[in-house]
């Protein structure tokens, strides 16, 4: 069982029977994330509940018992609770591989508003997550910009294409990010249209900067392993 404000009912701090539960991620290397399928005690009513386990510790418990049913436990001991299934989590675009933690983060939830129709939030959120991607991409010292094109992401993305710091081919379609991106923040007139013009760019972005350097760098540490295989006769 699992105890927490009921996301169907009135009531707080309720006890809730877990009825099925199924893993869905691995981070880390050793965090798993699980969704439980749980009923609520007061109003009898199923919510879905995501966790992910605190430690090593307490994710081996939990395996060692088969599953989050049968460990005979209070489970909010052993896991935090991060979410509840609803309608954000209806399936939407996933996000590029190899992405940072924090860029996966804003994308998804730029995704998820963009799947229920809030499409001023998806683009602010896909205008967030190119600023994050481009913020590494500006040097500093004397090779640096000029403050307001570091700090403005429009001017900051002209100058990244005019000094060759981002592939010419993503050029025409950087246009929808500094000015669609905009209008969605400051006054909230975007066509679901214009949200999917900013998700194509920013996903085409993020699989240049980071899905195709790291798949390229696994496949040359591919390349090398065999190698060494060869050499030692493997």
Known sequence: MIISDCPRCPAKEIT???????SIALNYGWQVTDELFCVCRACKKASIFVVTSKSHADMDFIARRGDFRGCGVLVNDHVDLVGIVSVKDRLGVLPPEHLPPRVKSVFQEGSQCLAIGCVNAAATMFRLCVELATEPLVPVGDNAPSPAKVRNLGPRIDWLFENRLLPEALHELSTCITGDGNDAAHRGELAESDAEDLLDFTVALLERLYTEKERLRLAK???EAR????SAGV
């Open 16 to 22: 809730l029977d877990i009825l099925a539960s199924s």
């Open 221 to 223: 540490e591919r390349r």
């Open 227 to 230: 190698a060494i295989g060869r």
